[in-house]
């Protein structure tokens, strides 16, 4: 079973914070001090989060745990206020978040230029550590812009996207324009069926079934969250994600024209690395994968943060999305007894990502999903896409593809040519 700590110590149990022992409990529903704050007893349970350990499933492996209830966050962040008004304080702005950005775009284009003439070991080497763990870290301050946490005034959403497409330039695939509203439906509906492409597509639940494909999957996860939207909730090619898609790839063929192949491979190979089986990515699966059965949300507290923009504090940035990375630290803080007793990870590697490629009863399937209301869907429908096909879309993941299938060829023909002996005269 994998280890799930809180603090120093090892968990296999939730406990449930002294709030909640404090706080009287009937059947049908729990009331606080504030006596227009009423919450169902299930949906506080699910909100403080009190769960089983995985080995305790009482559902067939290969299922997804359903809820009755909505997600947790929206009920403990009506209790954290009650509590604590002054976390209304740390709802702002983050500017520092682009000035980082763009430190780190113009850091990985010097590095592409000195990797032009590497040797094909450094250039791995590289694009692995420095490329990966750089790049992932880029995709984490599009998911702050997402949330327009950077910039605040009247012109808000353009400087936003503005900020979200520069990020997005050294990762070399366009993705800052289309993730954000899909972003938005994973808060709004989280683990709502057919809403949040967050959660695997039939497809992966039926064929990642082994530790070999867990560990195929986690590779291609770039390619996963590529997909997956157009699969579950196609939406329309709108003009932000335009001007996303000819800036990154103007982007690319300058790189490409001036620097070289190599360079290139430098920065998408980051990407597809960094999102994939890279320490820095195993928040995707440490943010939402049922460990705990009945805890749908994990926070980590470990080293990871300091490249990630904080987004280990996941538990904290969906109970308040409109805190920006850099205050989430002082949430917990400031309401440690809703907190300190959830579980939570130190370590990607050795927390998230081992267990879950070794343990039978961890899959794509260890997530918890729910039900919403016919007249919700009818008013989704709206922002979906009726073609369910979108032809550009795939047409342009399929070129990107052919792109990286193209430089990891000549990657490969660069390393056999190097051990190839020279003819002698």
Same mark, same amino acid.
């Given at each position: 079973?994998?280890?799930?700590?809180?603090?120093?110590?090892?968990?296999?149990? +939730?406990?449930?914070?002294?709030? &909640?022992?404090?706080? +009287?409990?009937?059947?049908?529903?729990?009331?606080?001090?504030?006596?227009?704050?009423?919450?169902?007893?299930?949906?506080?349970?699910?909100? $403080? !989060?009190? !769960?089983?350990?995985? !080995?305790?499933?009482?559902?067939?492996? /290969?299922?997804?745990t359903w809820s009755e209830t909505d997600e947790p966050h929206a009920t403990r962040r009506q209790l954290i206020l009650a509590a604590h008004p002054e976390i209304a304080s740390l709802f702002t702005t983050e500017?520092?978040?682009?000035?980082?950005? $763009? !430190?780190?775009?113009m850091f990985q284009v010097a590095m592409a230029w000195v990797m032009r003439?590497?040797?094909?070991? *450094?250039?791995?080497?590289?694009?692995?550590? *420095?490329?990966?763990?750089?790049?992932?870290?880029?995709?984490? &301050?599009?998911?702050?812009?997402?949330?327009? #946490?950077?910039?605040?005034?009247?012109?808000?959403?353009?400087?936003?996207r503005l900020t979200a497409i520069m990020a997005n330039l050294a990762t070399c695939i366009p993705s800052s324009q289309t993730f954000k509203p899909y972003h938005m439906d994973h808060h709004q509906y989280q683990g709502v069926d057919?809403?949040?492409?967050?959660? +695997?597509?039939?497809?992966?639940?039926?064929?990642?079934?082994?530790?070999?494909? %867990?560990?195929?999957? *986690?590779?291609?996860? +770039? #390619?996963?969250?590529?997909?997956r939207p157009m699969l579950i909730k196609p939406k329309p090619f709108r003009f932000w994600e335009a001007v996303n898609w000819i800036a990154c790839l103007t982007f690319d063929v300058a790189i490409w024209y001036f620097m070289g192949t190599q360079a290139l491979t430098y920065l998408i190979g980051g990407t597809l690395l960094g999102l994939g089986l890279h320490p820095s990515a195993g928040h995707f699966i440490a943010e939402h994968y049922e460990f705990v059965a009945g805890t749908e949300t994990y926070s980590y507290y470990g080293p990871a943060n300091f490249f990630n923009f904080n987004v280990g504090y996941h538990n904290e940035h969906h109970d308040f999305p409109r805190i920006p990375w850099s205050k989430l630290p002082l949430v917990r803080k400031i309401a440690p007894e809703f907190y300190d007793h959830l579980p939570c990870y130190h370590s990607y590697v050795t927390e998230v990502f081992w267990p879950y490629i070794t343990n039978p009863d961890l899959g794509v399937w260890a997530r918890?999903?729910?039900?919403?209301?016919? %007249?919700?869907?009818?008013? $989704?429908?709206?922002?979906?896409?009726?073609?369910?096909?979108?032809?550009?879309? *795939? #047409?342009?993941?399929? /070129?990107?593809? &052919?792109?990286?299938?193209? $430089?990891?060829?000549? #990657? &490969?023909a660069t390393i056999v040519s190097s051990r190839t002996p020279l003819s002698v005269a």
């Amino acid at each position: 079973m994998s280890t799930i700590v809180t603090h120093a110590t090892t968990m296999t149990k +939730p406990t449930r914070s002294s709030v &909640a022992s404090t706080m +009287p409990m009937t059947s049908e529903k729990t009331t606080t001090s504030d006596s227009s704050l009423k919450v169902s007893n299930l949906a506080l349970q699910r909100a $403080l !989060g009190k !769960g089983v350990p995985v !080995g305790s499933r009482t559902r067939a492996r /290969g299922e997804f745990t359903w809820s009755e209830t909505d997600e947790p966050h929206a009920t403990r962040r009506q209790l954290i206020l009650a509590a604590h008004p002054e976390i209304a304080s740390l709802f702002t702005t983050e500017p520092l978040t682009c000035w980082l950005s $763009l !430190g780190i775009v113009m850091f990985q284009v010097a590095m592409a230029w000195v990797m032009r003439d590497a040797e094909w070991y *450094i250039l791995l080497a590289c694009t692995y550590i *420095i490329s990966g763990t750089l790049n992932h870290s880029l995709q984490l &301050a599009i998911h702050e812009l997402s949330h327009d #946490l950077c910039w605040s005034g009247p012109n808000k959403d353009v400087a936003n996207r503005l900020t979200a497409i520069m990020a997005n330039l050294a990762t070399c695939i366009p993705s800052s324009q289309t993730f954000k509203p899909y972003h938005m439906d994973h808060h709004q509906y989280q683990g709502v069926d057919g809403v949040d492409t967050d959660i +695997p597509h039939a497809f992966e639940v039926n064929y990642v079934t082994n530790t070999i494909t %867990k560990i195929l999957w *986690i590779a291609a996860q +770039p #390619l996963c969250y590529a997909l997956r939207p157009m699969l579950i909730k196609p939406k329309p090619f709108r003009f932000w994600e335009a001007v996303n898609w000819i800036a990154c790839l103007t982007f690319d063929v300058a790189i490409w024209y001036f620097m070289g192949t190599q360079a290139l491979t430098y920065l998408i190979g980051g990407t597809l690395l960094g999102l994939g089986l890279h320490p820095s990515a195993g928040h995707f699966i440490a943010e939402h994968y049922e460990f705990v059965a009945g805890t749908e949300t994990y926070s980590y507290y470990g080293p990871a943060n300091f490249f990630n923009f904080n987004v280990g504090y996941h538990n904290e940035h969906h109970d308040f999305p409109r805190i920006p990375w850099s205050k989430l630290p002082l949430v917990r803080k400031i309401a440690p007894e809703f907190y300190d007793h959830l579980p939570c990870y130190h370590s990607y590697v050795t927390e998230v990502f081992w267990p879950y490629i070794t343990n039978p009863d961890l899959g794509v399937w260890a997530r918890v999903k729910r039900k919403t209301s016919a %007249k919700v869907y009818e008013s $989704l429908a709206k922002t979906t896409d009726k073609r369910k096909f979108q032809p550009f879309r *795939i #047409l342009c993941i399929g /070129g990107l593809t &052919a792109v990286a299938m193209w $430089l990891v060829y000549s #990657l &490969a023909a660069t390393i056999v040519s190097s051990r190839t002996p020279l003819s002698v005269a």
